[in-house]
């Protein structure tokens, strides 16, 4: 850990009440910086003096080095004891060099290339002049109307888990003091992400049992990585908003889970209590986030107006008012603030680092590994032997193709769709042809023409479609989800006139494409896929870079089947007949199957991969001794390539109903042209344990089936008994 000795509690003996309370109080760098914007109406709003403005702890939403540097500077003289500003942001995917978004980044099925990309921006961050980041996001997920999936890795606890732990481990390494590393804070706690009708802030009523088995043990996993801050979400969870959630934040996470980090609140929470309905003012928010265990009041009238008042008035205790602020100092203490109050960041380093030639490769090779070949006929790889190519739509030539929490990228720095053909097949005759708008409410065919014609001329077209990426992210939740506007007419349009037609995806959520995949023979999923999204796209659409990715959200075939996740029970009537008619009185809709069109776990490749083998070393298992699989696969064509194998299990019979399927292990393996693999796997009693109707989480003895493949097509079944 930190090589800091500085004496924390002999400076908290010399500090003042307001100085402590400063402590627990962030507030965006808008109230510190060299400001020209007029900050009294916002620090009335907050209760703020000028006083308490000079002491507070930790800041956020700043841009640059320089400006960390003149904040830290002017802060620090000001204060009576000097003590450093903590400076925290979102650094969710990518700092100044842009990688996908994490919902991309899961796709990837390969945490080797998720933490790359985290140290990445723990560098790049770091030498900016941030201490902390708030990533990861580990939400659990099933509707794609929530704007915020983006930000996560899926529906699958154990992928969320493990994605969320590599960035965490990422991010901080092994010591936050050296200038590579960032501290980290796990979000949002809890189960932000099962928001009634997928409407961003909205009520969340989730039984303990989903909670356990679900949406917690990615959280968990963050807190067994050594996350040293954990945010609680702003949405009520079975009527308690989560920063005022004793059963959450006391039972679970302080006394079940021994978290001892630092709790922040999220913008307002703190705040919000009032609105919630749940406290009158903020002096009782406050007091109730604090008995909470909330550490840090971001950006709220709570702490801010009310904190010294309820000390001095006995609510809250000096005691317990020094714990939360000797963590805070013991943090500034871990980050060798105390002898650096810029953890080692600089202008040139910043400079140096920021789309540096080894960042923007990195970050171009992690949007290859995330794409998702949805849908392929055969149409790509498209050769590079074309001369006259055509892209069309409103993605073809945009550098909006961050993703939403793109820190401070910018859609300057990205590479198109356009540049990267360009470059990729500078010979090349291209036209560039937007067609129509990506926004919901614009309707305007007047460029079909002028597209349709390209196309007509052209040998290819490459359709660049999606979404923009104002669609996704916080507050940006979709009733409907398919592609906005007329871009699906678009589409059926050109195909009309060339079926030589492959279509790039941009979007930050599972969208309803059921249309798009009726009518063009080849669509590529590129998510946000960041600052060099357009030169991956190009080499994944000829063949320089094979796709890999597989979906960790469900695309359904309607928003109407939302929420739609694989991992779910079977019902005591299940569909039996194809999934394209309605079964009367089975759990089937009139008019729309039940499967997504793309289901968890769903990817393709240029290569040709055949499953082989499914073997176990042995047919019985108690539960100190485990199982062998072997898994064989061969690479049936003449293109190297990339598969993410996978392992479901089935629980056939336990004391509650169990999902039809589940992910227990995942590798991602190359396999050479005509070449076969062997990828083992281990299994193991705890890998069957679950949270029964008391919620204990127990195996059960019985029957087990395991298979490979991915959701709503598994192969290779073997049965094994768990005695
Ligand atoms: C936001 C988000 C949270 C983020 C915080 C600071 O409202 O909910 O994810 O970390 O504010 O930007």
Same mark, same amino acid.
């Given at each position: 850990m930190s090589?800091s000795?500085?004496d +924390?509690r002999?400076?908290l003996k $010399?500090?003042t009440?307001e100085?402590?309370v400063?402590?627990l109080?962030?507030?965006?760098s808008m109230?510190l910086g060299?400001?020209?914007?007029?900050i +009294?109406?916002?620090?009335?709003?907050?209760? !703020?003096?000028?006083s308490?403005?000079?002491?507070?702890g930790?800041?956020?939403?700043?841009?640059? #080095?320089?400006e960390?540097?003149?904040?830290?500077d002017?802060h620090?003289s000001?204060?009576?004891l000097?003590?450093?500003?903590l400076?925290?942001?979102?650094?969710?995917?990518g700092y100044?060099t842009?990688y996908p978004?994490p919902?991309?980044?899961?796709?990837?099925?390969d945490?080797?290339?998720? $933490?790359?990309?985290?140290?990445?921006?723990?560098?790049?961050?770091?030498?900016?002049g941030v201490?902390? +980041?708030?990533?990861?996001?580990?939400?659990y997920?099933?509707?794609?109307?929530?704007?915020?999936?983006?930000e996560?890795?899926?529906?699958?606890?154990?992928?969320?888990?493990?994605m969320?732990?590599?960035? !965490?481990?990422? #991010?901080q390494g092994?010591?936050i003091?050296?200038?590579?590393?960032i501290?980290?804070c796990?979000?949002?706690f809890a189960?932000y992400?099962?928001?009634?009708?997928?409407r961003?802030?909205?009520?969340?009523?989730?039984?303990?049992?989903l909670?356990r088995?679900y949406?917690f043990?990615?959280y968990k996993a963050c807190?067994?990585?050594?996350v !040293?801050m954990l945010m609680?979400?702003f949405?009520?969870?079975n009527?308690v908003?989560?920063?005022?959630?004793?059963?959450l934040?006391?039972?679970v996470?302080k006394?079940?889970?021994? #978290?001892?980090?630092i709790i922040?609140?999220?913008?307002?929470?703190?705040?919000e209590?009032?609105?919630?309905g749940?406290?009158e003012n903020y002096?009782?928010a406050a007091?109730?986030a604090f008995?909470?265990g909330?550490?840090?009041?971001?950006?709220s009238a709570?702490y801010?107006?009310?904190?010294?008042?309820?000390?001095?008035?006995?609510?809250?205790?000096?005691?317990?008012?020094?714990?939360?602020?000797l963590?805070?100092?013991e943090l500034?203490?871990?980050l060798?603030?105390?002898?650096?109050?810029?953890?080692?960041g600089?202008?040139e380093?910043?400079?140096a680092?920021?789309?540096c030639?080894e960042?923007r490769?990195?970050?171009r090779?992690a949007?290859e590994?995330s794409? !998702?070949?949805l849908?392929n006929?055969?149409?790509?790889?498209f050769?590079k032997?074309n001369?006259?190519?055509?892209?069309?739509?409103?993605? %073809?030539s +945009?550098?909006a193709?961050r993703?939403?929490?793109?820190?401070?990228g910018?859609d300057?720095?990205?590479?198109s769709v356009?540049?990267?053909?360009k470059a990729?097949l500078? =010979?090349?005759?291209i036209t560039v042809?937007?067609?129509?708008?990506?926004?919901?409410n614009?309707?305007?065919?007047?460029?079909?023409?002028e597209?349709i014609?390209?196309?007509?001329?052209?040998?290819i077209?490459?359709?660049?479609?999606g979404?923009?990426?104002?669609?996704s992210?916080e507050?940006?939740s979709?009733?409907d989800?398919?592609l906005?506007?007329?871009q699906?007419?678009? %589409? $059926?349009?050109?195909?009309?006139?060339?079926?030589?037609?492959?279509?790039?995806?941009?979007?930050g959520?599972?969208l309803?494409?059921?249309?798009?995949?009726?009518?063009?023979?080849?669509?590529l999923e590129?998510w946000f896929?960041?600052?060099?999204?357009?030169?991956?796209a190009a080499?994944l659409l000829?063949?320089?870079?094979n796709p890999?990715?597989?979906?960790?959200?469900?695309?359904?075939?309607?928003v109407?089947?939302?929420?739609?996740y694989?991992?779910?029970?079977s019902?005591?009537?299940p569909?039996?007949i194809?999934d394209?008619?309605h079964q009367?009185?089975a759990?089937?809709?009139?008019?729309?199957?039940?499967?997504?069109l793309?289901?968890?776990?769903?990817g393709?490749?240029?290569?040709? #991969?055949?499953?082989e083998?499914l073997?176990l070393?042995t =047919?019985?298992m108690t539960? /100190?001794?485990?199982i062998?699989?072997?898994?064989?696969?061969r690479?049936?064509?003449g293109?190297?390539? $990339?598969e993410a194998?996978q392992?479901?299990?089935?629980?056939?019979?336990?004391?509650?109903?169990r999902?039809?399927q589940?992910l227990i %292990?995942f590798?991602k393996?190359?396999i050479?042209a005509?070449e076969?693999?062997t990828v /083992?796997f281990?299994?193991?009693?705890?890998?069957?344990?679950f949270?029964?109707?008391?919620?204990?989480f127990?195996?059960?003895?019985?029957k087990?089936?395991?298979s490979?493949?991915?959701?709503?097509?598994l192969i290779?079944?073997k049965?094994?008994?768990?005695?």
């Amino acid at each position: 850990m930190s090589k800091s000795n500085f004496d +924390t509690r002999a400076l908290l003996k $010399k500090m003042t009440l307001e100085e402590k309370v400063g402590q627990l109080i962030q507030l965006n760098s808008m109230f510190l910086g060299e400001t020209t914007a007029d900050i +009294t109406g916002p620090k009335q709003e907050l209760g !703020v003096s000028d006083s308490m403005l000079s002491k507070i702890g930790s800041t956020l939403n700043f841009h640059s #080095f320089a400006e960390v540097k003149d904040i830290q500077d002017r802060h620090m003289s000001a204060d009576r004891l000097h003590i450093p500003l903590l400076f925290m942001m979102d650094v969710i995917h990518g700092y100044k060099t842009i990688y996908p978004i994490p919902l991309g980044m899961g796709a990837s099925f390969d945490p080797e290339l998720v $933490k790359e990309c985290s140290k990445m921006a723990s560098k790049e961050a770091s030498a900016g002049g941030v201490h902390l +980041t708030f990533t990861p996001m580990v939400d659990y997920v099933r509707d794609p109307r929530w704007g915020r999936v983006m930000e996560t890795c899926g529906e699958d606890p154990l992928l969320n888990s493990i994605m969320g732990a590599a960035q !965490v481990e990422a #991010f901080q390494g092994d010591d936050i003091s050296n200038p590579d590393n960032i501290a980290a804070c796990v979000k949002h706690f809890a189960a932000y992400g099962g928001a009634e009708a997928g409407r961003d802030y909205n009520t969340v009523e989730i039984s303990e049992r989903l909670l356990r088995e679900y949406y917690f043990p990615a959280y968990k996993a963050c807190i067994d990585a050594g996350v !040293v801050m954990l945010m609680p979400s702003f949405n009520s969870l079975n009527g308690v908003p989560s920063i005022a959630n004793k059963w959450l934040l006391q039972k679970v996470l302080k006394e079940e889970w021994g #978290f001892d980090g630092i709790i922040i609140s999220d913008y307002n929470a703190v705040g919000e209590l009032k609105t919630h309905g749940i406290a009158e003012n903020y002096k009782d928010a406050a007091l109730m986030a604090f008995e909470c265990g909330c550490d840090i009041d971001m950006m709220s009238a709570g702490y801010c107006s009310s904190l010294c008042r309820l000390v001095e008035e006995g609510k809250v205790s000096e005691e317990k008012l020094d714990k939360a602020v000797l963590k805070v100092l013991e943090l500034k203490r871990a980050l060798g603030l105390f002898e650096d109050p810029y953890h080692g960041g600089s202008a040139e380093k910043e400079k140096a680092l920021c789309l540096c030639p080894e960042h923007r490769e990195l970050a171009r090779k992690a949007a290859e590994e995330s794409a !998702v070949l949805l849908k392929n006929n055969g149409v790509l790889p498209f050769s590079k032997d074309n001369k006259k190519i055509a892209l069309i739509g409103p993605f %073809a030539s +945009t550098g909006a193709i961050r993703g939403s929490w793109s820190c401070n990228g910018l859609d300057s720095e990205c590479v198109s769709v356009a540049d990267g053909v360009k470059a990729l097949l500078p =010979d090349a005759e291209i036209t560039v042809c937007n067609g129509c708008s990506a926004e919901w409410n614009i309707l305007d065919r007047s460029g079909f023409d002028e597209a349709i014609n390209a196309a007509k001329n052209a040998d290819i077209v490459i359709l660049c479609l999606g979404e923009p990426q104002h669609y996704s992210g916080e507050g940006s939740s979709r009733a409907d989800i398919v592609l906005p506007g007329v871009q699906n007419e678009l %589409a $059926k349009e050109i195909i009309a006139v060339n079926k030589n037609t492959a279509a790039l995806l941009f979007n930050g959520r599972p969208l309803v494409l059921t249309e798009l995949d009726e009518t063009v023979p080849a669509i590529l999923e590129m998510w946000f896929p960041g600052t060099e999204g357009g030169a991956a796209a190009a080499n994944l659409l000829f063949g320089d870079a094979n796709p890999s990715g597989k979906v960790t959200m469900s695309f359904p075939r309607s928003v109407g089947q939302c929420p739609i996740y694989y991992n779910h029970p079977s019902t005591g009537r299940p569909k039996t007949i194809p999934d394209d008619r309605h079964q009367p009185y089975a759990s089937s809709y009139i008019g729309c199957g039940n499967l997504p069109l793309y289901p968890f776990g769903h990817g393709l490749s240029y290569s040709d #991969f055949v499953y082989e083998s499914l073997t176990l070393d042995t =047919d019985k298992m108690t539960s /100190d001794s485990e199982i062998k699989v072997s898994i064989t696969v061969r690479n049936n064509s003449g293109r190297a390539g $990339k598969e993410a194998v996978q392992l479901y299990m089935h629980d056939l019979f336990a004391s509650t109903v169990r999902p039809i399927q589940s992910l227990i %292990a995942f590798k991602k393996v190359e396999i050479g042209a005509g070449e076969t693999v062997t990828v /083992d796997f281990t299994i193991t009693e705890p890998m069957f344990r679950f949270y029964n109707a008391s919620c204990e989480f127990v195996s059960e003895p019985g029957k087990f089936e395991v298979s490979t493949g991915h959701a709503d097509n598994l192969i290779l079944t073997k049965t094994f008994v768990l005695e």
